[in-house]
């Protein structure tokens, strides 16, 4: 079972589109700051070993944000294969989800930038039955 990591985010005026509402690229960034949020659990020696770059972006914008919301962003994994990870988002305001993220994403080497495999023992960090984690 997947660990769900929550990064907590107060909506500023920076993040607000002449709609008046939280810009859709703001929710791509909502949705990377909680991956590199729940990448940063792991154990600062592995997490020195990986970078990730995103291969596609799936976001479905059910509901605004206003200036001023507090908001969650719940992640977890759904898979590793190879080189490739899977990760999902709810952005959600309360119990209100208000954008659902499907990510792709690379795993490379650091120091060469070369595709790189997860060990076993990294990939059971995101499929642990531990506390659900937050930032």
Sequence with gaps: MAYVFYLPI???AEDIDE????????????VQDAA???????PQEVASQII???????I????????????????WVDSFVGVKSVRHCEIMRGVEVLA?????????????????RLTEETVSLFFSESEEKSK
Excluded: C, M
Aim: glycine share 4%; hydrophobic share 40%.
């Design 10 to 12: 107060k909506v500023i």
């Design 100 to 116: 659902r993220s499907l990510t792709h994403w690379i795993s490379l080497d650091s120091q060469t930038f070369r595709p790189k």
């Design 52 to 58: 990730w770059v995103a291969r596609r972006h799936e």
């Design 19 to 30: 709609l008046n509402h939280v810009n859709n690229i703001v929710y791509l960034r909502y």
């Design 36 to 42: 590199i949020g729940h990448w940063k659990t792991v």
């Design 60 to 75: 479905d914008y059910l509901k605004p944000a206003f200036l001023g919301d507090e908001l969650v962003v719940k992640t």
